[in-house]
């Protein structure tokens, strides 16, 4: 029989039990989390408030401008034009809580580890519970950041979407980064 393929060990694999005082990174963590949806929320606030619906106020000539846009869809507006709003916004909300309680259980696991995962991890949470808490009590998101690129326009986003790409692109670089060896 073929030796069998030892994987490296990662930040989710099990650990040995942590001697007493081993340090738990999950309140800094979960603060991170926090501020991103207490800042998403403000400034999606202040957007609501400040800027009628379907405004917009140039701050970069063909650049950059703060719109007031509701999303009824996922990211990038899709699903948006669906004809079956309702069946489209509570599978997103779903989604989103389950994507919250993966995400809370992977920051449970690296508890002990403060690294660019779980910064990531953190990011990805935050944002995920601004956009499920609009989603929840609005039936849509505030989207209010638009950038142009040359002649390409990026959807309007916000805060939220903006950490999660963040997260997503960080745990993208943890993958192809070298992990130390063990020697």
Known sequence: MPPKYEYPPTEFDPKPSRAPGVRSYLIPLLAIAAA???VDRITKLLIMRRLPEGHA????PGVFRITHVLNTGAAFSMFS??????AVRYGLVLFSIVAIFIVLGMLWR????????????ALILGGAIGNVYDRVRYHFVVDFIEV???HYHWPDFNVADSCIVIGACLLFIEIFRSQPTNS
Do not use: C, E, P, Q
């Open 110 to 121: 690296i508890r002990h580890t403060f690294s660019l995962t779980s910064v990531a991890l």
């Open 81 to 86: 034009d669906s004809s079956k709003t309702g």
């Open 36 to 38: 991103v949806a207490i």
């Open 148 to 150: 142009y690129i040359v």
């Open 57 to 60: 106020h140039t701050i970069i």
